[in-house]
């Protein structure tokens, strides 16, 4: 006999008993199947049946797939918890970024949910870019047997609101897909309103895809090593420490821009160069005082407010300081007020929405009440606000850096409307009214559509004016602490160099290290002529082409209604130029390059 030939035959099974083996797992299914050799891997190491991993009912109906699409991360959290509620009345759940979903798998599926937000001007999120466009081609096939519903998130103060959702709901039923609800739109204070679509999808889907039978399958619970979730997120954030809010524009500066600096504390909370930070902030305690002074209400009484599905009872001051939006005014608060006070400016300004909103734009609430003075009762008028939602600041620093801290570039708005100073409610939160070693309640928004090359020999260009040079500073600090040797070429511009220039000591101490390999600024106001970071771009589009040609990444940061059309429309004329192409072609180059996740916008 061999050496080990015994042990091998006392491991292997004599013909009867393969015989029989065989005979009872003959009618198994493969979930079956794998929970046996969960079972008898079990047994092989001295478990008793006592010890048997928790079972479940097999699901054998159809999955359902979920896509989200999202360039904030809402559509991605309502998604992650649609999927872990229909997960737990037993459905099979398949989802997924509609970036990482082929399209031409939308033949085979028979359910199918998308939870999508809008880009700037109707424009579909980056990560969803591909799949419109399918969507919206010759190649996408006729879908009779896909049963589907759709969730868009927008804002109505924008011209097209949720106009992604609106494409994909069109397209799909021109497909032959069959609608299972009609699409719900909802406005930034989405919470309710997704949760009650969430649930009722559910329940419609409920008996179609949980055909379940009496099998047993094991629960696997899955852990990754090193990796620590932690609780705080938007619906509970973090109660941090302010450190440091200091002002890094100068004394002349026509701009009050802060460096702010939080503590994360014991929160456990991680981010990466590119993501943002959420900021829950309280109303400034002086503006509500104007604002119920001007209601001619009594800021003791009791409204309802509701918050995370809850209904709350807080005096009308306290609903006004830290729950309710009064520095920003929709269009549906001037329809509103303007049929309370029958005002004939408000009501023909309620009939153009898009003269509506340019007026949103420059009135906080209490502006639009002293124009057009009216009686409302507390609960009516607190009913017509939306809720406070917080703001999403670029982060400024790289966590490898800076470790339990976290660092935003915060430009305080402001403005004079009739001789009254109106500010911000977040950056004037964190700027004024906040002191340092206060709280503020945070939390952090991952942002996957802009993030540093994985290979860090890859040359990257930032371009970012104003407070946009926030997530490059992370950049910055991450390439460093990653002993990364691909190049860095920054384009930052502001008003002037002397007041205006965020950060200096700290770029010119990057190109001194050569870590920074090219910096061009453009001061608009330092000369007769206004210099703009596109035409910095437009100066050096040889230049700028080689890096795009050698694989360079292309990132922009800043205000997405002007910066960041002029600078795109500057690429397309370089490009074509410097490519011998035509602007169709240099537009697709671009396009290529986004495809590729080569160039990447966080504008606001």
């Known amino acids: 006999m061999l050496p080990g030939q ?22 198994y299914s493969p979930l079956q199947l794998a929970w046996a050799s969960g079972y008898i891997a079990a047994k092989s190491e001295g478990s008793s049946v006592a010890t048997l991993p928790t079972a479940v009912h097999v699901q054998t109906a159809a999955t359902l797939t979920i896509l989200f699409s999202s360039q904030t991360g809402n559509a991605k959290g309502v998604a992650g918890q649609l999927a872990k ?64 519903s759709i969730l868009a998130l927008g804002d109505s103060s924008y011209e097209f609101y949720c106009q992604t959702g609106i494409d994909f709901d069109q397209r799909l039923q021109a497909l032959g897909a069959k609608q299972v609800t009609a699409r719900i739109d909802c406005d930034v204070d989405y919470e309710d309103d997704a949760a009650a679509w969430s649930v009722s999808i559910i329940e419609t889907l409920k008996d179609d895809l949980t055909q379940s039978s009496d099998s047993l399958a094991p629960v696997v619970n ?37 460096h702010v600096e939080i503590d994360l504390g014991e929160s456990g909370l991680t981010y990466q160069a590119g993501d943002a930070l959420g900021v829950w902030f309280e109303n400034s305690t002086s503006l509500v005082a104007e604002l119920i002074a001007a ?22 001051t306290q609903a006004l300081i830290s729950s309710l939006e009064i ?27 898009n003269t509506a909103r340019e007026f949103s734009a420059n009135h906080q609430i209490v502006d639009v009440v002293k124009q057009a003075p009216a009686k409302v009762a507390a609960q009516q008028f607190v009913d017509a606000l939306r809720k406070i939602t917080p703001r999403l600041y670029s982060i400024a620093s790289s966590q490898t850096e800076v470790e339990d801290e976290v660092h935003l570039t915060v430009g305080l708005v402001s403005y004079e409307h009739e001789g009254q100073l109106r500010l911000g409610g977040a950056s004037s939160f964190l700027a004024q009214h906040l002191d340092e070693g206060g709280t503020v309640k945070v939390f952090i928004e991952h942002n996957d559509n802009f993030r540093l090359p994985e290979n860090t020999d890859t040359p990257v260009i930032m371009v970012g004016p104003g407070t946009g040079v926030a997530p490059f500073r992370a950049f910055m600090q991450e390439r460093e602490a990653s002993d990364a040797t691909g190049d860095n070429w920054m384009f930052f511009g502001e008003q002037t160099f002397t007041q205006d220039f965020l950060y200096q000591v700290e770029w010119q101490g990057y190109l001194k290290s050569g870590l920074l390999t090219k910096m061009d600024v453009a001061f608009s106001r330092d000369q007769v002529e206004k210099i703009y970071v596109q035409d910095r771009i437009k100066e050096n589009a040889a230049e700028v082409f080689a890096w795009l040609e050698r694989g360079a990444h292309l990132y922009i940061c800043g205000d997405a209604n002007r910066m960041a059309k002029d600078v795109h429309n500057t690429l397309v004329d370089v490009i074509a130029e410097q490519g011998s192409l035509s602007a169709e072609q240099a537009e697709e180059y671009l396009k290529s390059l986004r495809s590729n996740k080569r160039y990447q916008k966080d504008v606001y």
């Open 222 to 258: 899955i852990t990754v090593a090193g990796v620590v979730e932690s609780q705080y997120n938007k619906q509970n954030p973090y109660a941090a420490e302010l450190l440091v809010s200091q002002k890094i524009t100068g004394r002349d500066s026509a701009k009050d821009v802060r």
């Open 6 to 27: 015994q042990n091998l035959n006392q491991t292997m099974l004599d013909a009867n008993q393969l015989a029989s083996l065989k005979e009872t797992i003959g009618s």
């Open 85 to 148: 509620s229909a997960e737990a009345v037993g459905i099979t759940v398949n989802l997924k970024n509609v970036a990482e979903y082929k399209p031409k798998a939308l033949k085979a599926e028979t359910h199918l949910l998308i939870v999508t937000s809008t880009n700037g001007e109707g424009e579909p999120p980056d990560d969803a870019i591909e799949f419109h466009e399918f969507l919206n081609s010759k190649k996408a096939p006729k879908l009779p047997n896909l049963n589907y």
């Open 295 to 316: 209601l001619t209400l009594n800021g003791d009484e009791k409204v309802t407010v509701k918050l995370n599905g809850k209904e709350q009872t807080l005096s009308l």
């Open 327 to 353: 520095t920003q005014t929709a269009p549906a608060f001037i329809e509103f007020w303007a049929n309370v006070s029958g005002d004939e400016k408000l009501l023909a300004l309620a009939e153009d929405k």
